[in-house]
């Protein structure tokens, strides 16, 4: 007899969890910025770290193996953080719905809906 179950797997924190939110805050801020309703001067902020990252001058040099790198993701997700925190809240959320596909608290809880089976013999 077969007996069907569906579970809710916490991901970790770090691994799969932080990838996922990271695409999620990209995809995220892309939307604010193509809104018309998040002002103008917000969308500087992205713009700015684009800037940075592409410009030759570099808190670190990208020579510097692995940390010349670091230094240009940790200004771009920090710009992206900063940008969607400070967009209007009711603007994040319609967007924020709308990517995740959920609502309210359920959006930002890393889940990976699984169904396990059993066989007893």
């Known amino acids: 007899m077969e007996d069907n179950e569906?579970?809710?797997?916490?991901?970790?924190?770090?691994?799969?969890?932080?990838?996922?939110?990271?695409?999620?805050?990209?995809?995220?801020?892309?939307?604010?910025?193509?809104?018309?309703?998040?002002?103008?001067?917000l969308k500087?902020?992205?713009?700015?770290a684009l800037i940075?990252?592409?410009?030759?001058?570099?808190?670190?040099?990208d020579f510097i193996p692995v940390l010349g790198q670091l230094d240009d993701a940790g200004i771009a997700m920090l710009a992206i953080s900063l940008f969607n925190a400070l967009a209007p809240a009711d603007v994040v959320a319609?967007?924020?719905?709308?990517?995740?596909?959920?609502?309210?608290e359920d959006a930002?809880?890393?889940?990976i809906d699984i169904e396990a089976k059993r066989n007893n013999h």
Do not use: C
Not at 44 to 48: T, V
Not at 52 to 61: A, T
Not at 108 to 111: A, D, G, H, I, V
């Open 6 to 41: 569906e579970r809710r797997v916490n991901v970790s924190q770090f691994g799969m969890g932080f990838v996922t939110r990271s695409i999620q805050q990209v995809r995220l801020a892309w939307a604010l910025i193509r809104d018309q309703r998040v002002p103008l001067m």
């Open 44 to 48: 500087a902020i992205p713009l700015i």
């Open 52 to 61: 940075y990252v592409i410009s030759p001058l570099d808190l670190i040099p």
């Open 94 to 104: 319609e967007h924020q719905q709308r990517i995740t596909g959920s609502s309210g």
């Open 108 to 111: 930002n809880k890393p889940y």
